[in-house]
């Protein structure tokens, strides 16, 4: 079980490393294949940590806990060395390998695999090919650490590194000012979520003198101790998984490759998040309110990001908020309790995801990079492999059964019933999403697939051979497109959960967020009306063109501004710390500082000419300072007596 | 009573003959340095060695007066008239020429010496400087100089003579012509 | 007979030491400066006299007498030098040698 989960982690820093030691050695695909096959063998190793982790007994009945829930049931705690070690606080190079961190071992070599797989024909012909492959089994590596990291302290460390992973892949073409521009932007608002956390964790260690999670959690903090180790884990979660008041970044991230976008910015980092909340789910429980702010963040989010996904042209910012809106639908299950729905979520959303990502790579591949749909009309005719699997993907999105998003989505509205007066807000906040989830995701498929082909779909689609991409493209789409169809069959909340039974030991589900049976049938049926009364909208606005749609310009304005939040940030945050630094130029640094070099010159210079007037060369003097000297000795000796 | 008297009269023509070489002195001593003429300089410089002189009498010195006129007054100062005159009229003011500072420098430098010289006097004067009257009647006299040069100081004697004749050899050096060069 | 303590004669000789050596200071003629050398020599000569006589140790006179024959000699030296310069036509001007001014 542990090896499984030493072999997961290290195989793809491997490739990373040895596609960095071969360098340009070795041809340009050989490195996608190495990143493929280290990532697929990381894969291997989450299944043998899993089989191991299923085989473990099962932890002592719940009359057993001391402090309300078990420290480390079913899970082992490897430790390679220690690592940090300050005072009574010691900090090992952990591994922690339970059902949650296995599940997302799983998620992430496997999809990550599928995803790598297909980078290998997307990039083919970009001659900085290696570079990428390198960068992209560095994340998988770093999200790995993210996941398995036995104390926060690795936890951190693999948080950081995912960020500078998102960094370099965003700003991957790094000769386009907008891609620069964007993986700055990424970097800068993730840090943000860092420093919150580092400081909750300084708050964490001056209270618990560790930060491992088998005993870091065992001790009873302080109310306002706890509640702000959470603000911090909530800033951090906030900030990776780009949820409102720190979501700009992630459309802006779309500037990166699209196999990019599947992986980092849709599957795997910016969910980070929600497992950071299942993990320390403790403290959160402690701290009730900030959980529920947690769930009141997401709710918000999902409604702004699919008012925003309205009106976008580009392909890839549609999928992008939408992103952004499920995670919403994740920080809501999370928050009100519902761990391993949340979980169950980010899981299917993996899947149909990356998959309406990489579907959507297909066509931009195929229209040569081409990535507005007001372009793209008929797509469907010329490629229909790539239609199905939009259109399966589409419909797990919009939580239609029986594809995978129906069964994840709906437990998470039902679960927020019965927390409260609030639920029932969060709970038509949930409808409301599924609504404008089915619209805009229709929106995007009616305008883009049926149809007669445009004049510029005409010009520009090329074909792969007979293919409509390659295979090491066409391949991973099918395969998820097959995992997003029967993928979310897995778990049916009130019939059968496997899932969240694997997940008991590690993250149980608050009691206040399981709903009944009759709540979860009704809540299903609910959001599968609006999903369906979306799709039905749309489809008559966009397809059939029954419908106009309302001129409203100043709504259409401010939700294609996004809501004006990027003009708030860079009037509240950059103006002034521009201003600030330039005045500071101006004033302090310029005057001061870079005169203090010539000043310090001339002065000298100045003081030397001043002293130079006493070498007179007339002798005269120099028996005058022998005079004044010998008068200063007897001065001397006169003083002495 | 008789003797008292001439003891005081003589008293008195001692500190009269005192004052008025002292005064001479110092006043032969100023014109020294004040006269633009090096010619009259040099001219004071005489009367400042004769007053010395006169002191020197007053402290039971005589063969140190009496060589005093003959050697400084006699032939430093007469060689000193010979080159003065030999090299010709320089007229040059005193404090001219030079820094500012260097002026008021010199004139503080001196007058810290003078000071610190008359405090170290003072700081001695208990007790030790009073006037102490006996010495021997030969205190001072050629034979007695002569004997204790030549028993007590002989070796300061010969390298006294050494100087001198190191002096006259290299006067005559500097002073020489110099060699032209004989063609053929 | 008595007279004037030997802090009189001392305190002349002061006096006298720092004429001479304000000449020296502020005079520009090489002659004039070798007089005033004089002048604080003949000071000290003064001053060995008197602590002589009050200390009734000979010593002192016989080193005035030195001191007597080595400023004798100094002055023919200085005086050999004043004439060669003289003779090549160089300056006797003390201020004229500054190659040392900064």
Sequence with gaps: MTGGSWLCLLAPLGGTILITLLGTRIPRVAAGWIATTSVFVAFGGAIWACLGVHSRPSPPPPGFEPFGFHPMPRGEITTAWTWLQSGNFHAGLQLLVDPLSTVMMLIVSGVGGLIVLY?????????????????????????????????????????????????????????????????????????????????????????????????????????????????????????????????????????????????????????????????????????????????????????????????????????????????????????????????????????????????????????????????????????????????????????????????????????????????????????????????????LWFLVFPGEPSPFVREHHHRHGRLEGSLTMLVPVGILAVLTTIGGWLQWSPRWHPFTDWLEPAARTLPAAVPTNTQEYYTSAATVLAGLAGIAIAWAIYSERTIKIPAAPFWRRTLECKFYVDELYDAVFYRPGAAIA???????????????????????????????????????????????????????????? | MNALVVASAGNALVWVVWVVAAFSCLGSAVAVISFSNPFYSALALIGNLASLAVMYLLLSAEFVAAAQVLVYAGAVVVMFLFVIAYVGPRRETPWSGGPSWQTIGAAGAAGALLVEIVVAIGMQASGSLSHDGKVGATFGTPAWVGRVFLVDHLLAFEITSVVLLIAAVGGVILGAHTRREVAG | MSGPDVAWYVAVAAVLFGIGALGVLIRRNTLVVLLSLELMLNAGNLALIALARHWHNGAGQIFALAVMAVAASEVCVGLGLVVALNRRNLSLDVDSLSELKG
Excluded at chain 1, 212 to 223: C, D
Excluded at chain 1, 608 to 628: D, K, M, N, P, S
């Design chain 1, 119 to 443: 980078s290998i024909g997307y990039m083919d012909g970009d001659d900085e090919e290696r570079r990428y492959f390198a960068y992209i089994s560095f994340f998988v590596f770093s999200m790995l650490l993210l996941v398995e990291g036995g104390n926060l302290l690795l936890l951190l460390v693999g948080w950081g590194l995912v960020g500078l992973s998102s960094y370099l892949l965003i700003g991957f073409w790094h000769e386009r000012p907008s891609a620069v521009q964007a993986a700055k932007k990424a970097f800068v608002m993730n840090a943000v979520g860092d420093a919150t956390m580092a400081l909750a964790f300084f708050i964490l260690i001056a209270h618990t003198h560790s930060l491992s999670f088998g005993s870091a959690f065992s001790v009873h903090l302080s109310s306002t101790a706890v509640n702000l180790v959470a603000l911090g884990l909530l800033g951090g979660a906030v900030a990776k998984s780009a949820q409102i008041p720190l979501q700009t970044w992630l459309p802006d991230a779309m500037e990166g490759p699209t196999p990019v976008s599947a992986l980092i910015h849709a599957a795997t980092m910016v969910t980070a998040g929600v497992y950071l909340i299942a993990r320390t789910h403790p403290i959160f429980e402690q701290a009730r309110t900030i959980e529920l702010i947690a769930a009141g963040t997401g709710a918000l989010t999902l409604l702004v990001a699919g008012l925003i996904a309205l009106v976008q042209v580009d392909i890839k910012r549609v999928i992008a908020y939408s992103t952004m809106s499920q995670i919403g639908y994740m920080f809501l299950g999370a928050g009100v309790g519902a761990y391993a729905n949340g979980m169950f979520h980010l899981l299917t959303h993996a899947f149909f995801k990356a998959l309406l990502f990489m579907a959507a790579g297909l066509a931009i591949h195929a229209l040569a990079g081409e990535q507005d749909i007001r372009n793209m009309r008929g797509l469907g005719r010329l490629m229909p492999f790539t239609k199905w699997c939009f259109l399966a993907g589409a419909l797990a999105l919009v939580g239609i059964p029986p594809f995978s998003g129906f069964f994840s989505k709906d437990s998470i509205v039902a679960s927020t019933i019965n927390i409260g007066w609030y639920g029932w807000i969060f709970w038509a906040c949930g409808i409301a999403g599924a609504f404008l989830t089915g619209l805009y995701t229709f929106r």
């Design chain 1, 582 to 641: 330039n005045g500071l130029r101006r004033e302090f640094e310029e005057p001061v500082v870079l005169q203090a070099g010539p000043d310090l010159g001339e002065t000298t210079l100045e003081a030397g000419g001043f002293v130079r007037r006493i070498q007179t060369g007339l002798l005269r003097t120099y028996v005058l300072f022998l005079a004044a000297g010998a008068a200063g000795v007897v001065l001397a000796f006169l003083i002495a007596k």
